[in-house]
């Protein structure tokens, strides 16, 4: 048990006290109680240490120390600097074990507290061998032993009363009165005197077993509880209170007045003493003699009784056996206490080889300083006279600088303990905040599988009821007023979660936001028109979010390790494999600026002389660029409201690339382009030369003409591969009459700007600013054979339409859509792309040659004929 006496600073206004106080560790609850004494029943306060921290303070003192909690400071005093490092050392040590044990098992935990002390000490000497060692226990100030001994007593006996806690010292002391008086009284009392006279021997022994309950902090508080062990305290407290004095024997003295009476009255007791010893002594020989008696009676009754002559030689070999047993125990026991003798003398004869060591080193010690005060007297002697008054001063200056040197090597000494001691505390405390940081990160990421298995269930939910919302019109009035209820309460649900995150923001910004934007400003949850697609904006929102935290720790936290750890940026396939990944939000602009550097030069002053000429100089596609920039990604925040700081900037972007390329001026789709561009590098110069990268090296020549004849290429090239890779898909279009052109033409234009949501976007323009058009062909593919069973299951051209149209924003699971891409579409080699694009760009300029002889014909035939 952890259990001693200190002193504790009162403060009470400018008056500071210290006063003495029974302290007792409480290893359910990790808290210091602490008493007046240590009799006492009633705790007059506790100091929690789950949450302390422990500072030793030399220089106010030898054995003064702190507990510091984040409510207050406690000040305490030890009577040694010893027992002061002892409590420290305990202190810490068990701080560190209700810390690491708390999260195992719950509070009061019988595996805690039965937990062997030196299982737990070797632990904490393995930790702290580095910075402080052991410290042994000073039992007399320390233990179970020192609550037997008599408290530290204050200069008056009011100065260690509680004033703060006047109810507690009240009911201390009632019960403490209350108690011995029961002691004496004829009703109820269990112990008498007689008995104590009977059993003089067990009062220490009693007095112990009082110790140990007294210094359970449970024991103390259930004491006033049972009735039964009331009188065994009185007893105890009565037979302390015989030992210091029995007033009988005072007032017999008083009365007869003779000194003599009372010596040979004490001298009977003795004598009466050692005779009841020595009786007792004798009834435990006859005790013992009477035992073996009768186990031999038993014995030879047995014998006796036993029917043949082979049952009673089976009794005579087991006791041969039992006798040879006994007999080689004997003789190992024999050898044991053998080398133990030789172990104790070889102990006996290294201390003693010590002790004449440090003999030794004493008279060589005096003998060294009884030359060095011979010296200084012949130093003395031998100045002359005229210096001899500054010789005394310099003899005593030189003492009193030898005092000085002493006392600040004794300071040097409690500084390299406090600071010894500081180091071990400080260790531990960034130990035990890296378990709590741990446990709090297994603690979010419980708290993020547990959220997105509820995204799961509630997407699942609202999955049943668009379903019941498109077979509405069929059930009965009832049942449809329900489902409207629920699907109108389901939407309603975010106004709920807003609520909730509002009273929660620390942790859902740890786990995963849940905000209406994203980190580039685009929407979370789709904003349809129709009421019925509402819901499935919400199911949609629902899976972004679950895949988010699914994948957080999983996928995304390796990833971001891998980017960080990531050196110079150089063209590699492990570089290439990062970005299909996908690159993160805090190093996506510097990948981009590289991959632009990388193959077009940006000019220095090419950019701002380009926005002097627009303004000098009014654009033929200016009107058209005015026209698109209300329509340019309207689902984000920065471009929604024509008062955005990013308007401005995208109009001057496309106005410097109209003069830049003039074969181009303006093309729809460039504003989509530029607008993402800009979100991402956030300069308008970089967003310029990332426009020019795309357009002029990564896109085919003519990709954005008049004719847009490379777009159409790329179209029918589009459709070889959907036959190549996914046939059922593209027979079940041939048997519709399903031109997927009409929903991929824009795809392939603006790179899939406005059909995928925000996070799947971004790591497509990932992996197409460094490999090229190649990516579009891959991802275009990929959403096709990721829906491709859905598709197949409708079976109308009109629905199938319809469903091409808002397809793509069903994708939630971008891992899932990257495998598709990069995996199972392989092969995908660049040259038959190559190949293909050169084959039907033949085909398609053939075709718009005859095209315009037809339209030449049929003009010239026109004119002919005449108005």
Request: aromatic share 8%.
């Amino acid at each position: 048990k952890l259990c001693g006496y200190l002193n504790k600073l009162g403060i009470k206004g400018p008056i500071k006290t210290w006063k003495s106080r029974w302290f007792f560790y409480d290893e359910n609850k990790c808290r210091l109680l602490y008493y007046r004494t240590a009799q006492d029943i009633n705790p007059l306060g506790s100091i929690d240490l789950s949450n302390a921290s422990f500072d030793c303070k030399m220089e106010n003192g030898e054995g003064i120390f702190e507990i510091r909690t984040p409510g207050r400071a406690f000040t305490l005093k030890a009577i040694s600097k010893q027992a002061m490092m002892y409590w420290l050392q305990q202190l810490q040590m068990r701080r560190w074990e209700f810390c690491n044990t708390q999260s195992r098992f719950p509070v009061g935990s019988s595996q805690l507290v039965n937990e062997p002390l030196a299982g737990r000490t070797s632990r904490y000497v393995v930790d702290n061998e580095d910075f402080l060692p052991l410290v042994k226990t000073p039992t007399e100030a320390v233990g179970l032993k020192a609550a037997s001994l008599p408290a530290p007593q204050t200069s008056t006996a009011l100065q260690n009363i509680s004033l703060k806690h006047p109810w507690t010292e009240i009911q201390n002391t009632v019960y403490n009165i209350c108690g011995s008086k029961q002691l004496w009284g004829n009703n109820g009392n269990v112990f008498s005197f007689d008995e104590l006279q009977e059993h003089p021997e067990n009062v220490d022994e009693e007095q112990e077993a009082e110790v140990e309950a007294g210094c359970a902090g449970d024991f103390k508080e259930g004491a006033l509880e049972d009735g039964r062990m009331g009188p065994r305290l009185n007893w105890i407290r009565k037979t302390r209170w015989m030992n210091s004095g029995f007033p009988g024997s005072e007032e017999l003295s008083r009365e007869k007045n003779s000194v003599d009476k009372v010596s040979v009255l004490q001298q009977q007791i003795l004598t009466l003493t050692e005779e009841v010893k020595s009786q007792k002594e004798l009834v435990k020989l006859l005790h013992k003699a009477l035992e073996a008696a009768q186990q031999e009676k038993r014995v030879s009754s047995m014998y006796l009784t036993a029917a043949e002559d082979k049952d009673r030689l089976e009794l005579v070999r087991h006791k041969v056996r039992q006798i040879a047993d006994l007999t080689s125990r004997l003789e190992a026991l024999e050898q044991e206490k053998k080398e133990l003798e030789q172990i104790l003398t070889l102990r006996d004869s290294h201390i003693q080889e010590l002790k004449e060591h440090v003999q030794l080193l004493m008279e060589k010690n005096h003998a060294k300083q009884e030359v060095i005060m011979t010296l200084t007297e012949q130093m003395a002697r031998e100045l002359s006279d005229p210096l001899q008054e500054a010789n005394t001063i310099t003899v005593e200056t030189l003492y009193k600088q030898q005092e000085e040197i002493e006392h600040l090597k004794d300071d040097i000494d409690a500084y390299k303990t406090q600071n010894q001691f500081l180091n071990s505390e400080i260790h531990q405390v960034t130990r035990l905040w890296t378990n709590v940081a741990e446990n709090e990160k297994a603690l979010l990421m419980k708290c993020a599988c547990l959220q997105a298995r509820n995204c799961q269930m509630e997407s699942k939910y609202l999955t049943v009821l668009r379903k019941l919302q498109e077979v509405v019109p069929g059930l009965p009035n009832s049942y449809a007023e329900l489902v409207k209820n629920l699907i109108q309460e389901a939407l309603q649900w975010d106004v709920k979660e807003e609520a909730e995150e509002a009273l929660s923001f620390e942790l859902n910004t740890v786990l995963c936001p849940s905000s209406e934007y994203d980190e580039y400003g685009f929407m979370t949850v789709p904003d349809y028109e129709i009421e019925d697609w509402k819901l499935l904006a919400k199911i949609q929102a629902l899976e972004i979010k679950s895949n988010k935290l699914r994948s957080q720790e999983i996928v995304e936290k390796p990833l971001r390790d891998r980017w960080n750890s990531f050196g110079e940026l150089s063209p590699s396939a492990e570089l290439k494999s990062l970005i299909r990944s996908g690159i993160p939000v805090e190093h996506r602009q510097r990948v981009w600026r590289w991959m632009v550097s990388r193959h077009c030069c940006p000019v220095p002053g090419h950019y701002h002389r380009l926005l002097e000429q627009s303004r000098s100089t009014e654009h033929p596609a200016c009107r058209q660029i005015e026209l698109d920039l209300p329509r340019t990604l309207t689902n984000n925040k920065h471009f929604s409201s024509p008062t955005s700081q990013l308007i401005p900037k995208l109009r001057r972007v496309l106005l410097a690339f109209s003069w830049h390329n003039p074969a181009i001026g303006y093309c729809q789709g460039l504003n989509r382009l530029a607008a993402v561009a800009l979100l991402v590098l956030e300069d308008e110069e970089s967003a310029f030369w990332c426009l020019v990268y795309i357009v002029e090296n990564l896109m085919p020549a003519d990709y954005y003409s008049d004719t847009l004849i490379t777009s159409q290429v790329d179209q029918r090239v589009f459709k070889d591969f959907l036959s190549d890779k996914l046939p059922r898909l593209m027979a079940h279009f041939e048997q519709y009459r399903i031109d997927v052109s009409l929903i991929t033409f824009n795809w392939f234009l603006v790179a899939f700007v406005d059909s995928l949501v925000s996070d799947i976007l971004l790591r497509v323009w990932d992996a197409f600013l460094y490999e090229g058009t190649k990516v579009i062909f891959r991802y275009a593919l990929a959403i096709f054979k990721y829906n491709e069973e859905e598709i197949l299951r409708i079976h109308d051209s009109v629905e199938i339409y319809q469903y091409l149209r808002f397809f793509t924003r069903m994708i939630m699971d971008g891992r899932k859509l990257m495998n598709i891409a990069f995996n199972d579409l392989n092969p995908f080699p660049m040259k038959l792309l190559r190949n293909r694009r050169s084959m039907h760009r033949e085909e398609l300029e053939a075709e718009l040659c005859e095209l315009q002889q037809i339209k030449a014909a049929y003009v010239k035939e026109r004119a002919e004929q005449g108005p």
